[in-house]
Nanobody, 124 residues
Framework: QVQLVESGGGLVQDGGSLRLSCAAS????????MGWFRQAPGKEREFVAA????????NYAHSVKGRFTISKDNAKNTVYLQMNSLKPDDTAVYYC?????????????????WGQGTQVTVAS
């Protein structure tokens, strides 16, 4: 069982930066691949970024590649999403998720545990 709690969301101006954190409970955090997804009002949940359990492999949605960076600190049981050059289109609730798997981490159905989400609003 893994419990996930996101933090770091808020209101930022166009072009600004935020760093989201996702703190996990459980002794086996290091064995989970982690992902970030987001959902804007009226839209489906979409993949943002993922990192393998070891941290050796990352994957990004095309829309955030080059602007967002996912990282994982197994010693702190925490995964981060550094978001730079934010745009109004990035406005959404951001969720972190944990997966027992390694493949197809861009698919939300491959994640077993989810956080409650944190709101990110980018003002134009």
């Amino acid at each position: 069982q893994v419990q996930l709690v996101e933090s770091g969301g808020g209101l930022v101006q166009d072009g600004g930066s935020l760093r989201l954190s996702c703190a996990a409970s459980g002794r086996t955090f290091s064995m989970y691949s982690m992902g970030w997804f987001r959902q804007a009002p009226g839209k489906e949940r979409e993949f943002v970024a993922a990192i393998s359990w070891s941290g050796s492999s990352t994957n990004y949605a095309h829309s955030v590649k080059g602007r967002f960076t996912i990282s994982k600190d197994n010693a702190k049981n925490t995964v981060y999403l550094q978001m730079n050059s934010l745009k109004p289109d990035d406005t959404a609730v951001y969720y972190c998720a944990a997966s027992n798997g390694y493949y197809s981490l861009n698919y939300y159905g491959n994640y077993e545990y989810w956080g409650q989400g944190t709101q990110v609003t980018v003002a134009s």
